[in-house]
């Protein structure tokens, strides 16, 4: 049995080898393990699509986007997506108005597209765009009709010809050059998942759709889905069935067979769509963890499912 561990003189409790405490130690290390990832992404545009439980919570609000202002600091462009559904069902409800959905989609008639246009908008996408802005980095917010940033087409369902959920749309084409010229010039898109039609009408499109095809367009090295679990997931119930890797094809079999369900199916049909576009890799991990962004960029293990070609 050995003794009592004998502190070395000079040397306080929890120190390393150079007298620094070891906390500091371990700062510098995972400095040191971030720098082949920052050098390797420099340059680079990262789609991240933004939603989920690090969209109403204040606290992780912030943390989220102090983590997007750093990845523009060290060389990276990373393009935001937001939608904003639990907002829109909120003042909705508030208007006395009652949400609808259909499989999954909101039912947008006229009235409740200027409420989305309202939320989107005039409330999410410049709060973010102020919040961006304070904490050091340069946003510019948009919408579909900036621009042309995001042309549209009313959404139509095969086989469901008496389907009609009024202004749903899907994306036509992205103006990537205009997304390109944004970051060239140092500045953070922040883009509302609003799409244009080509008589101007509005149309409400999903964030991740629209994240996906906005990969696509620019070429983007990643696409990142936040979201509120863990990422996809063998047994929805379980959350230590997590999937880390799954290859193009699993994906589409894993959509196709109805192997998931709910706002998962959306998430993995954008990863498809984005590597489609030639994407190299999409990665869907859980919001809710500190600082998701850079453990999945910048650490050797990463976190959540990797979608790869």
């Known amino acids: 049995m050995s003794g009592p561990m004998v502190q070395a003189p000079g040397e306080a409790p929890g120190q390393g080898e150079a007298g620094l405490p070891v906390e500091l130690e371990q700062r510098a290390q995972v400095l040191v393990e971030a720098l082949p990832y920052i050098r390797s992404f420099a340059g680079k545009s990262f789609v991240i699509k933004y939603g989920g439980s690090a969209m109403v919570d204040p606290g992780l609000q912030q943390q989220v986007m102090t983590d997007v202002v750093l990845l523009?600091?060290?060389?990276?462009?990373?393009?935001?997506?937001?939608?904003?559904?639990?907002?829109?069902?909120?003042?909705?409800?508030?208007?006395?108005?009652?949400?609808?959905?259909?499989?999954?989609?909101?039912?947008?008639?006229?009235?409740?597209m200027r409420v989305v246009q309202m939320v989107l908008v005039g409330s999410v996408n410049q709060a973010l765009v102020t919040l961006i802005n304070r904490l050091g980095g340069?946003?510019?917010?948009?919408?579909?009709?900036?621009?042309?940033?995001?042309?549209?087409?009313?959404?139509?369902?095969?086989?469901?010809?008496?389907?009609?959920?009024?202004?749903?749309?899907?994306?036509?084409?992205?103006?990537?050059?205009?997304?390109?010229?944004?970051?060239?010039?140092?500045?953070?898109?922040?883009?509302?998942?609003?799409?244009?039609?080509?008589?101007?009408?509005?149309?409400?499109?999903?964030?991740?759709?629209v994240?996906?095809?906005?990969?696509?367009?620019?070429?983007?090295?990643?696409?990142?889905?936040?979201?509120?679990?863990?990422?996809?997931?063998?047994?929805?119930?379980?959350?230590?069935?997590?999937?880390?890797?799954?290859?193009l094809e699993e994906a589409r079999r894993l959509v196709r067979e109805g192997l998931v369900g709910g706002g998962m199916i959306p998430k993995l049909e954008a990863c498809i769509q984005a590597l489609e576009g030639g994407v190299p890799r999409a990665h869907i991990i859980d919001g809710r963890r500190r600082h998701a962004l850079l453990l999945e960029?910048?650490?050797?293990?990463?976190?959540?499912?990797?979608?790869?070609?």
């Open 72 to 112: 523009k600091y060290v060389g990276l462009h990373p393009v935001i997506v937001h939608g904003g559904g639990g907002e829109i069902s909120r003042w909705m409800e508030r208007l006395g108005m009652e949400p609808r959905f259909v499989e999954g989609l909101r039912v947008t008639d006229g009235e409740t």
């Open 138 to 209: 340069r946003a510019v917010g948009l919408s579909g009709a900036d621009g042309d940033l995001i042309l549209a087409r009313k959404r139509r369902f095969p086989g469901r010809e008496d389907l009609d959920l009024g202004y749903v749309g899907e994306v036509e084409r992205v103006n990537a050059g205009l997304i390109r010229l944004l970051e060239e010039q140092g500045y953070i898109p922040v883009i509302s998942s609003i799409g244009v039609g080509p008589d101007g009408e509005p149309y409400n499109i999903n964030a991740d759709t």
């Open 211 to 247: 994240a996906g095809a906005v990969a696509a367009a620019i070429r983007a090295d990643k696409l990142i889905l936040l979201t509120d679990v863990r990422g996809v997931l063998q047994d929805p119930a379980d959350p230590a069935s997590l999937i880390s890797t799954l290859d």
């Open 297 to 309: 960029l910048f650490t050797d293990r990463g976190i959540g499912t990797m979608v790869v070609a």
